[in-house]
Each structure stands twice: as C-alpha cells, then as structure tokens.
C-alpha cells in the first residue's frame, strides 16, 4: 500500500479543487497541462473524467509520487517548467494550489505568463488561484491553527504545521515544522509572493491575454475586494 506523500495529508481535497474541476468542465478543454501539478492529487482526478492532460513540475520527487499514484497510466508526467510548455499547445493551461504564487521575481512570473500565453490554442484558458494580501493569511500560519497529525513515509506518526517567519514587501516567509516523539526534527523554509488583484491583471494583459474574469473565494461571482481567495480565468 502507498502511504500518502506528507504534502497530501496537508492538503487534502476541498473547495478549491471542486471549483477548478467544475470550471474546467465549463470549459470543456480537449487538452489540459497542469504546471506545477505536484504529486497530482487533481491532475489524477481530470484524467479519470476522462481529460487529455500533461501533468508538469520542476520537483523531481513530486513527479515520482504522482506517477505511483497512477496506477491506470492515464497521465502524461513530466518534470519541467513553463519553458517546456512551449514545445506543444493546450487548451488550458492550469496553475493550483497557488503555485502562482512561487514566482518570486517579476521578471521570472512575467515569463512564466508569457510561456503559458504561447502555450495556448487559440481561444484557450490560463487558470490559476492566489491569495489576497490585502487579507494578510499569514497571520493564521501559527502552530496552533494549522497543527496536523500525519504519518510519515515509514509509518510513523508526527505533527506538521506552518508558522509565519516575516514579510519583506510583497514577499512573505515561513517555515514548515516538523515534529516526531515530542521533538522538531526539521524546519523548511519558503517565501511566496503576495500580489494585489490589480497587479495580477496587468501582468495577463501584458503577456497577451484580453478577456481575464476574476472568481472570489471559490463562487462563481465577481471577486469583491475582500475576498481571501482570488481565481483568474484568463481567456487568450
């Protein structure tokens, strides 16, 4: 039996995933990559309703996961970037989970909207989520709201959680704690980007796209300013 990665017993499937799949069946793509798909929790999902997808991401061991988990062989994996995408065309082009928010440089996330954009078929869609800055989800990275039991890859029990580290302009830093028998056994560090609504729009328009409607908060209505959760659908 395949125990579960660690990145899967801390993101479970929610709302996030019930809205991209219902949008992308709106949409009704014939070819689907999803960039930054990571162990492919969704990727797998689209596949088995039927969806002709590339699952994509730069995580060597991400990739590995994910191909175990796919026991019918229904995706195409492969580990790469937005450059990669370049080498073929979709009809959707897909970025969950917030890996928008990855994207550290300016100049780096213009390019990887850009790849994407030249990725596209005609009339093709960009999808992707972020959070809101504005609403300052960091303050909730503590032990105490994100505390998670897990079992390891051995089948050990151990606690996982998040605690926010600092914020630097739009970037903001934190760690993943790591804790077996009552003591921490490892810390990962990682920095995401914060990006206002505003500033996320004029980087589609300036990769190429016109037609961006932005969804809040995993409904499909116009995002309000104090959503927490923004969803772009970015027509090309």
């Not at 995580?59 to 019918?72: G, V």
């Not at 980007?193 to 995993?218: C, P």
Request: proline share 2%; hydrophobic share 40%.
């Amino acid at each position: 039996m395949l125990i579960e990665s660690i990145y899967d017993q801390m993101n479970e499937w929610g709302k996030d995933d019930d809205f991209f799949v219902e949008l992308v069946n709106k949409i009704k793509p014939e070819s689907i990559a999803d960039l930054g798909c990571g162990t492919g929790r969704l990727t797998l999902h689209l596949a088995g309703l039927g969806f002709e997808i590339l699952g994509i991401d730069p995580d060597e061991k991400a990739i590995e996961t994910a191909i175990k988990k796919d026991r019918k062989h229904m995706v195409q994996w492969e580990i790469g970037t937005s450059e990669d995408l370049t080498e073929t065309t979709f009809d959707l082009v897909m970025m969950t989970s917030n890996v928008a928010q990855v994207f550290l440089k300016e100049a780096c996330w213009n390019q990887v909207l850009s790849d994407i954009y030249h990725s596209l078929n005609g009339g093709g869609y960009l999808l992707f989520d972020a959070r809101n800055p504005l609403q300052k989800p960091w303050e909730n990275w503590t032990k105490y709201k994100t505390k998670k039991r897990i079992i390891d890859l051995s089948g050990k029990p151990m606690m996982v959680w998040y605690e926010f580290l600092e914020i630097n302009s739009s970037l903001v830093a934190y760690q993943t704690v790591y804790q077996a028998d009552n003591s921490i056994i490892d810390r990962e560090e990682n920095t995401l980007a914060f990006r206002t609504k505003e500033q996320i729009e004029s980087a589609l328009k300036i990769a190429g796209f016109t037609d961006i409607n932005v969804y809040g908060d995993w409904e499909f209505k116009q995002a309000a300013e104090h959503a927490n959760s923004f969803i772009f659908a970015a027509k090309k």
